[in-house]
């Protein structure tokens, strides 16, 4: 079973995108997964925009009789990790791995990525260039500006040759201090993830992004300049839970509806367009 909620919290407000059902405030304030009738255990999972809130549906539709799913919808990407650490929430759908390891370090976290779900096809878009052979000396570059998908974006410069980084720093880890080789002299500019697409149509030369936010300006990544291959699937969109829930029921039977055939049905449609690729083999 699904359902929309309204998380209402000291941190912040999470706003329900499509107006939620008639819910108290004592209801929209209970933190944590809470039994809504005898039978029933609601499964409270925080999510950001589409496929990812498209997902939380979907496994909300599909989750095993005892439980329903209630998709909690963020503005930012601070609040859903903030809800989660707060045991506002059970889970998260929102970001990858290396996001949520930067989280923990910054707030002494106990988050814990518990299943990949699909990769996001990135890249770098331009409302300039045509192809890279039109590139120009001193170019401005947006990227970025939280650590993990900086790296990204630079690693996705140097696997076309762009640019070359310090090969003795993690690529992870890697900065715009770590370019070694920079034979266009681009200028980096680093933007808010929120606010790449504006950078695009403010008309800075590449700007890097995410198939969500991109689309906002109608474009996929087939209109992107280049493409980031990540074949190892470290920068997925994953399931993130707490060191304490982890292994909890309500989380396994998550965990057993996100990666069902319905959800990866929707996801193999979404690839075809080239948006993402999946992350899991349904029944494993």
Do not use: W
């Not at 329903?68 to 989660?84: P, T």
């Not at 989280?103 to 990949?116: K, M, T």
Request: aromatic residues 8%.
């Amino acid at each position: 079973m699904f359902k929309k909620g309204l998380l209402l919290g000291t941190t912040a407000l999470l706003l329900s995108a499509c107006g939620a059902a008639d819910e108290t405030t004592e209801d929209a304030a209970n933190e944590g997964t809470e039994e809504t009738t005898e039978e029933t255990v609601t499964i409270r999972v925080a999510s950001h925009l589409p496929p990812m809130t498209d997902v939380v549906e979907i496994a909300g539709d599909v989750i095993e009789e005892g439980y329903e799913v209630e998709l909690v919808e963020v503005s930012d990407n601070i609040q859903y990790n903030e809800a989660l650490l707060n045991e506002e929430v059970d889970a998260n759908f929102a970001q990858h791995e290396p996001f949520m390891e930067m989280f923990n370090e910054e707030r002494d976290g106990n988050l814990v990525a518990i299943q990949p779900i699909y990769n996001a096809i990135v890249g770098f878009y331009s409302p300039v260039y045509d192809s890279l052979e039109d590139i120009e000396d001193g170019a401005e570059v947006a990227i970025p500006s939280d650590p993990t998908n900086e790296a990204r974006a630079l690693v996705t410069l140097e696997e076309h040759d762009l640019i070359t980084l310090d090969p003795d720093v993690d690529k992870s880890q890697v900065t715009d201090a770590d370019v070694v080789e920079n034979p266009y002299n681009f200028t980096f500019t680093h933007v808010d993830l929120l606010n790449l697409t504006a950078a695009y149509e403010d008309g800075v030369e590449l700007v890097f992004n995410y198939p969500t936010y991109i689309a906002a300006v109608d474009l996929t990544p087939e209109d992107a300049l280049i493409l980031q291959a990540d074949e190892e699937n470290r920068f997925a969109q994953t399931l993130v839970a707490r060191e304490d829930n982890q292994d909890s029921e309500e989380i396994q039977a998550l965990v057993e509806a996100m990666t069902s055939q319905e959800v990866y049905d929707f996801l193999d449609e979404l690839a075809e367009n080239g948006h993402l690729r999946p992350s899991f083999e349904p029944g494993e």
